[in-house]
């Protein structure tokens, strides 16, 4: 059947409150146990999916919370602004069965969620926040489960708002994620190193900006000389048939990316000790915080060392503000072909077109 999006919001017994269902049955519901906050208060929400379907489903738990907030996963704003996300945007291998969580017929989970460390909150004002993420984030890469969702007219799992007033606090996060954050380093060639860099992961650090820089020439070089740009392979199975305003963004992109490499400072920390590859704070250039894949890593070629810190500084908001839409070499291209305007808004998809393996032209 088509599923319809059923938004709600009610105070009751002193919480406030909201649903919505969407997503193959998955219902999304907010809850906020004040309506009012002080400047020196934290803003808590508690996040409840709960599957109305008669069978499991799976939602990629990147984008759940389940292991704390990883992404932007609410839409936020002030008086009726949008207020941008503060918090990590990670590369991660493609998923596995792992990464996903099930939720049986009728189960629910249920997150609790500090907010103003994770987005602006630094104005005064009435806030409205809502769960916000899209089929492709909760499901991809898999392109039958897109098109599924697609013909039954899901975008994805989108709660109502809940609406609260805050007096407004200094910016948060500014310890954890701050550039030059990290304890131990050093620097070397111009680079800077926190977080208890070893000789070697210095070492392999550079051959993989050296690697970076050369990919980000290429890819610059490659979208400014070609006369024909419509008959690109290169292009076309990684961002779509192509479109004059589209192809320009891209090229604005790796020119930004290409400009940063070469003439920003650059910050690498070897702290973060989870399974990815790499992650930023997107409003915190230009420092780049490595994890455990990037060091068994290939120094080029795919998902390599080059290629992760290609995605990652196209992260920042000041190069090319790109998200996290799909990961993995299949899930980038199936959107290339299915949504193009995403495309050239997602990070693996710029990795993938920078590596170029295999080789096209």
């Known amino acids: 059947m088509k599923h319809t999006a059923l938004f709600n919001t009610a105070l009751v017994a002193g919480l406030l409150f909201s649903t919505s269902a969407l997503a ?20 808590t929400v508690r996040v409840t999916l709960t599957n109305d379907e008669k069978v499991p489903v799976k939602v990629l738990k990147w984008y759940t919370a389940a292991d704390g907030v990883e992404e932007s996963l609410f839409k936020v704003s002030v008086n009726g602004e949008a207020r941008p996300y503060l918090g990590a945007h990670y590369k991660r291998p493609a998923p596995e069965t792992k990464d996903y969580i099930k939720l049986k017929a009728g189960e629910s989970v249920s997150y609790e969620v500090e907010l103003s460390s994770l987005y602006d909150m630094t104005e005064q004002g009435s806030y409205d926040i809502a769960y916000s993420v899209s089929s492709l984030q909760l499901f991809a890469p898999n392109p039958g489960q897109q098109q599924k969702l697609a013909r039954l007219g899901i975008a994805g799992i989108q709660s109502g708002s809940v609406s609260f007033f805050h007096d407004g606090i200094e910016a948060k996060g500014a310890g954890k994620g701050q550039p030059g954050g990290g304890t131990g380093g050093g620097s070397t060639d ?13 070492s392999d650090t ?8 050369s990919m980000a020439a290429d890819a610059k070089g490659y979208l400014a ?28 992109n790796f020119s930004s990316i290409d400009s940063a490499l070469n003439t920003q400072p650059l910050t690498f920390d ?5 399974s990815y590859y790499a ?16 060091w068994s890593a290939p120094v080029s070629g795919t998902d390599s060392k080059g290629g992760t810190i290609v995605h990652e500084m196209s992260h920042f908001n ?30 693996d998809s710029h990795e993938y077109f920078a590596e170029n393996t295999p080789f096209q032209n």
């Open 24 to 43: 193959d049955g998955i219902r999304a519901s907010l809850e906020m146990s004040k309506q009012q906050y002080a400047a020196n208060e934290d803003v």
């Open 190 to 202: 111009g680079v800077s190193f926190t977080g208890r860099c070893s000789n070697s992961q210095m």
């Open 206 to 213: 550079l051959a993989g900006l050296a690697a970076a820089k």
């Open 270 to 274: 070897c702290s973060c000790k989870k």
């Open 279 to 294: 992650y930023v704070y997107p409003t915190q250039p230009y420092k780049i915080y490595l994890c455990n894949a990037f």
């Open 225 to 252: 000389g070609n006369n024909n740009p419509s008959a690109s392979v290169r292009y076309n199975t990684w961002f779509g048939a192509f479109n004059t305003s589209r192809w320009n963004t891209v090229s604005g």
């Open 318 to 347: 000041v190069v090319a503000g790109t998200d996290d839409i799909v990961y993995g070499q299949s899930g980038a291209k199936n959107l290339a072909q299915t949504n193009p305007d995403q495309a050239i808004q997602n990070a």
